[in-house]
């Protein structure tokens, strides 16, 4: 007779077991939801949109629905992987902080990086790399000062 948690459950697909993931994954959005505010407020026309593939979206259901859509298409999978990352993984404390500072760097630079750098576009005149740079180290400090997870757990 099973009496723990349900093997399917909602609950591990859109809420993190621990709060410093749930952090991570404010932040992780934080950075996406600068990008979609910045190209829909900024954006008079789906060619300005650099990315093709939201281009396409934006072009076929228009600017606000089409960016809307693509952006909950392609960041879902990223916001479930990390919640049920944080149910699966059971890692000693010391190879927790290297993987979780490993995670941090990977989305620093895939996620934030990358859409900073693209929210910063329409009014920001740098190189790719630098924004995308900046966008990256912006992550990195701000997971630093808030999510900590890397902070020692003494037990009593």
């Known amino acids: 007779m099973h009496t723990g948690t349900p093997l ?29 505010s910045s190209t829909v407020v900024f954006c008079q026309a789906p060619c300005e949109e650099a990315n093709i593939y939201a281009r396409i979206f934006m072009d076929n259901f228009g600017i606000t629905l089409g960016l ?17 990352d944080s149910y699966m993984v059971k890692l000693p404390h010391r190879t927790a902080i290297a993987a979780e ?14 859409h900073f750098s693209g929210a910063a576009s329409w009014f920001w005149f740098a190189p790719d790399l630098i924004r995308h740079g900046l966008g990256a180290l912006l992550y990195l400090i ?15």
């Open 101 to 114: 500072s490993f995670v941090d760097i990977v989305l620093a630079w895939f996620v934030a990086g990358l």
């Open 68 to 84: 809307t859509l693509f952006v909950l298409m392609v960041n879902l999978p990223i916001y479930v992987t990390l919640c049920l």
């Open 8 to 36: 399917f459950s909602l609950r591990r697909f859109f809420l993190p077991k621990n709060n410093h993931w749930l952090r991570r994954n404010v932040l992780v959005f934080a950075f996406v939801l600068f990008d979609y």
């Open 142 to 156: 701000t997971a630093f000062l808030f999510v900590r997870p890397y902070r020692p757990r003494y037990n009593s």
